[in-house]
């Protein structure tokens, strides 16, 4: 029974994160892209901390963490981990990815940000000197060639000249530093409270961007129209996910959560198909296929990052 709440919780968490290219999209057509991350990571944090508050804290970090396995005291050297994957996930990452979400499509955006994966091994590979297997290789091809087509649009003629492809990079750009933030943040994985790190780590990304609003002088308006898009964003796509994702983990393991994790990318690709009425070619669907593909065979038999 335990188990089938962790398939329960993975599932949900990709549906939540799923859906947030969809709501960003919309976001974009009257708010700034600085804006809406310095928003939604505020309101992010608001929402951890909130819950850490509440007689749920207990239960959510009981679930979260394994008898024994988990460390009560965050030291010095821990903040200053937790300071720059801060920069890197919610700061660096939004801003490229909300840009390119921009001048893209959400099902392009959304199927492109697979890649992570590829850049978690490559860097688990390089940082940690995790080993690759024969398969691994055939799965970093199969996520590669999925890419290409899709950064590219197929159309490698005008690949400089082309917006929707500068849109493309920078997505990809954003998932290469959500990998860095996630190979890193291996180094906080052990502590018991990671609802006041993920608090935390929202927070800082969520003021560091503000600043870089008012200095800037971006337009601070949160219109009222848009504010149930960032509360959706914020507390399901960021918050709720955490929560749900470290369950997961707790109940049947890293690996298999890895490999269900890149559903989010589907469900993100149906999402603004449907709400957005975003077209989903045949070409991009199969590159989808493929790159998802490539996921499962990386994470095949216990690859764990």
């Known amino acids: ?10 599932i949900t968490a990709t549906i939540f994160f799923g859906i947030s290219a969809t709501l960003d999209k919309i976001m974009l057509s009257s708010m700034h892209p600085v804006t ?8 992010a944090g608001l929402f951890l901390f909130s819950i850490r508050e509440t007689p749920l804290r207990e239960h959510v970090l009981n679930a979260i963490n394994r008898k024994g396995e988990s460390e009560a005291r965050i030291k010095r050297n821990d903040y200053l981990i937790l300071l720059l994957t801060a920069l890197l996930s919610t700061v660096i990452a939004p801003i490229l990815f909300l840009t390119g ?16 994966v590829l850049f978690i091994i490559l860097l688990s590979y390089l940082i940690f000197r995790e080993t690759l297997q024969l398969k691994d290789f055939l799965g970093i091809f199969l996520i590669i060639v999925g890419a290409v087509y899709l950064l590219t649009e197929g159309d490698f003629s005008t690949i400089l000249l082309n917006v929707a492809v500068t ?3 920078l997505v990809m750009a954003a ?10 943040s291996k180094f906080l994985s052990r502590k018991r409270d990671l609802i006041f790190i993920s608090g935390v780590k929202s927070s800082i990304g969520g003021f560091v961007l503000l600043i870089i609003m008012l200095i800037l002088g971006i337009n601070t308006e949160l219109p ?19 929560i749900l994702i ?30 957005l009425k975003e077209p989903l070619s045949i070409m991009q669907g199969i590159s989808g296929i493929v790159m998802f593909t490539g996921v499962l065979i990386l994470y095949w038999n216990g690859k764990e990052n």
């Not at 499509?105 to 492109?112: E, W």
């Not at 009222?224 to 955490?242: D, K, N, Q, R, T």
């Open 175 to 184: 998932a290469f530093f959500w990998s860095l933030d996630t190979v890193l």
């Open 101 to 116: 979400l921009g001048d893209t499509t959400a099902v392009n955006a959304s199927l492109i940000l697979n890649v992570e």
């Open 224 to 242: 009222l129209e848009m504010l149930p898009y960032a509360l959706g964003v914020s507390v399901f796509s960021i918050g709720c996910s955490f």
């Open 246 to 275: 470290y369950i997961a983990i707790r109940e049947i393991g890293a690996s298999m959560v890895g490999a269900l994790f890149p559903l989010s990318s589907l469900f993100g690709a149906i999402f603004a198909f449907i709400i």
């Open 167 to 169: 849109g493309n990079f």
């Open 1 to 10: 029974m335990r188990r089938l709440w962790g398939y329960i919780s993975i």
């Open 36 to 43: 809406i991350g310095a928003y939604t990571y505020i309101i």
